[in-house]
């Protein structure tokens, strides 16, 4: 909004980057043109690949640093570069980046939310910040916009963990650890589905008492020249469902909104630990969705079974799943700090739903008994 603003007032050039971006849906485009259309700015242009001001001339620009080096190297006249996301930026961009807004009377923007101690942005901006450099951490409790259903994350969150509270909602790093469960695995980036790879298949974690209620639409696509078994390949996960408190008659409504209509038509496979949800949802519209089978091990067998894909690829929208990937972790024994077997029981919500989504084919993949078809056994997950 303060970029729109000074652009709206004086001719600018302001590049926005942030580490990947493979397109304009990957950029800060949508976002500006939102908040344009929202405050009813005057004078500004709104175009597929760029913005700007038809007073002014004001214009925006969108890279990705990664892949874009020479591009970064030839840009010439920035007043203001935004850096948003920027806690994924490399050491190697920023030694490119920086040399680049060399005009005089220019500045670096740089919005993140603080990852791990030892990324280079913490590291540059933070830990070893420049003289030139304004450092502001800001909260939730900064925001007098904060809406209930956020509070209502924060408070469960703070409630059953208060470290990844720290880390999720107060700003604090973490720790980068052997023990999270999906380590050097998965990684987001904004995509849609292709028209070969399988699915949409639709997984939901029911919660209980103030839990979350979880539910994500996953894709499996085939490397090249791999069997028809799943067991390999790439998962992407589209979108997700997390709400707090979700009572369960606007479990209806809240899948439809984000999912859509398909949904309905598509088997959902559900947490057997709430038959009498599943039930109820069936006769909402959901024909198709059952309780999953679970056999002892199964999370265990499902954790294997997701380690075996080349990458998890998380788009962006799916927030939830995102923190569960950083914070999903095995126990660390306290007096050797070795990592454990033993999962902690904790995000794992939409993890869960992934694993409910992908549970014949993890069946198939370890070769089950045929009795599993179609007994649920109440174990954990």
């Keep these: 909004m303060a970029l729109l603003i000074m652009g709206g007032q004086q001719k600018l050039r302001i590049l926005c980057c942030r580490e990947f971006q493979k397109s304009i849906m990957d ?4 976002l500006l ?17 760029t913005i700007f001001h038809r007073i002014t001339g004001t214009e925006f620009i969108f890279e990705g640093l990664r892949y874009n080096a020479n591009r970064i190297k030839s840009l010439e006249g920035i007043d203001i570069c935004w850096v948003e996301e920027a806690e994924s930026v490399s050491k190697e961009s920023w030694d490119i980046l920086i040399p680049t807004i060399r005009k005089a009377g220019s500045e670096i923007w740089i919005s993140f939310n603080p990852d791990l101690d030892e990324d280079p942005t913490y590291q540059r901006f933070v830990l070893n910040p420049p003289d030139s450099c304004h450092t502001q951490k800001v909260g939730w409790e900064d925001n007098p916009w904060f809406p209930q259903e956020l509070r209502e994350e924060k408070d469960y969150l703070y409630r059953v963990d208060p470290d990844a509270a720290a880390h999720v909602w107060g700003g604090e790093t973490r720790s980068s650890s052997e023990a999270q469960v999906l380590h050097g695995k998965w990684r987001v980036e904004a995509f849609e589905p292709h028209g070969t790879w399988n699915g949409p298949l639709y997984g939901a974690d029911y919660g209980f008492a ?6 994500v639409e996953v894709y499996v696509a085939k490397s090249p020249g791999e069997s028809k078994s799943f067991s390999r390949g790439k998962l992407y996960v589209r979108r997700e469902s997390w709400r707090v408190n979700l009572d369960i008659s606007k479990i209806n409504e809240t899948w439809r909104r984000v999912f859509g209509k398909y949904m309905m038509q598509s088997p959902i496979r559900a947490d057997s630990s709430r038959p009498e949800t599943t039930a109820f949802l069936k ?8 309780s999953v089978y679970k056999w002892p091990g199964s999370v265990e067998d499902g954790i294997a079974y997701l380690r075996q894909f080349e990458e998890i690829i998380i788009h962006p929208d799916c927030k939830h799943t995102i923190q569960e990937a950083k914070l999903y972790s095995y126990k660390v024994d306290e ?4 990592v454990t077997t033993k999962i902690i029981d904790k995000h794992n919500h939409c993890i869960d739903a992934i694993r409910y989504a992908l549970a014949p084919m993890i069946r ?15 174990t954990h997950g």
């Design 335 to 338: 007096k050797t700090m070795e």
């Design 283 to 290: 006769k909402q519209g959901f024909r198709r969705i059952q």
């Design 210 to 215: 103030q839990d979350p209620t979880a539910a």
């Design 33 to 49: 043109g939102d908040r344009i259309a929202t405050l009813e700015l005057p004078g500004w242009v709104v175009q597929k690949t």
């Design 364 to 378: 198939i993949a370890r070769r089950l008994p045929h009795k599993y078809s179609g007994t649920s056994y109440a």
């Design 27 to 30: 950029s800060v485009h949508k």
